[in-house]
T-cell receptor
Framework: QKEVEQDPGPLSVPEGAIVSLNCTYS??????FMWYRQYSRKGPELLMY????GNKEDGRFTAQVDKSSKYISLFIRDSQPSDSATYLC???????????FGTGTSLTVIP | DAGVIQSPRHEVTEMGQEVTLRCKPI?????LFWYRQTMMRGLELLIY????????DSGMPEDRFSAKMPNASFSTLKIQPSEPRDSAVYFC?????????????FGSGTRLTVV
């Protein structure tokens, strides 16, 4: 079993829709939870991170962590065509230098 | 800051040839990571360095792969001999010391095709 599981999609939604992206994990020592966005033929870039449980909001993006269920989510409100990309979740222990990545979910927002 | 710089951007080589990928991390970042990305397996960590010292190379597929970091501003990943199954995008990433919240900064990757 991989440390981090992520549905690869692809996911296709109309512009303006609410998008929900999810990951599950098995290592209860993970404390930092991150979302990366990767545009085609580019390297992943850090979108946002959350420490431990709870929610974090940044503009149209909301990250949620449920440690009891070992489940994290990224919500995108009012999705835009420019949000079309692959979204990867990543996780780390508090003292860990290594991040564990999901395989990524491909999202297309149709104008 | 120019970010993490990788070269070449694209590499096409014949099976059996030696391939060398290069990376310049962000100045001041003391951890460097080499990843391989494929559609089937996603991002796989190959090796990472702390302060130029290899810490974990358990992800290196086999002896055909080797990596070096001779100084804080340069690292190489070498494949010798290359095989078609090595075709993938290879990313280098760096991060500063401290909390994981600092995240990684990835380069733009090297797209390797072995024919």
């Amino acid at each position: 079993q991989k440390e981090v599981e992520q549905d690869p999609g692809p996911l296709s939604v109309p512009e303006g829709a609410i998008v929900s992206l999810n990951c599950t994990y098995s290592n209860s020592a993970f404390q930092y939870f991150m979302w990366y966005r990767q545009y085609s033929r580019k390297g992943p870039e850090l979108l946002m991170y959350t420490y431990s449980s709870g929610n974090k909001e940044d503009g149209r993006f909301t990250a949620q962590v449920d440690k009891s269920s070992k489940y994290i989510s990224l919500f995108i409100r009012d999705s835009q065509p420019s949000d079309s990309a692959t979204y990867l979740c990543a996780m780390s222990e508090v003292t860990g230098n290594q991040f564990y990545f999901g395989t990524g979910t491909s999202l297309t927002v149709i104008p | 800051d120019a970010g993490v710089i990788q070269s070449p951007r694209h590499e096409v080589t014949e099976m059996g040839q030696e391939v060398t990928l290069r990376c310049k991390p962000i100045s001041g970042h003391n951890s460097l990571f080499w990843y391989r990305q494929t559609m089937m397996r996603g991002l796989e960590l190959l090796i990472y360095f702390n302060n130029n010292v290899p810490i974990d190379d358990s992800g290196m597929p086999e002896d055909r792969f080797s990596a070096k970091m001779p100084n804080a501003s340069f690292s190489t990943l070498k494949i010798q001999p290359s095989e078609p199954r090595d075709s993938a995008v290879y990313f280098c990433a760096s991060r500063p010391s401290g909390l994981p919240s600092y995240g990684y900064t990835f380069g733009s990757g090297t797209r390797l095709t072995v024919v």
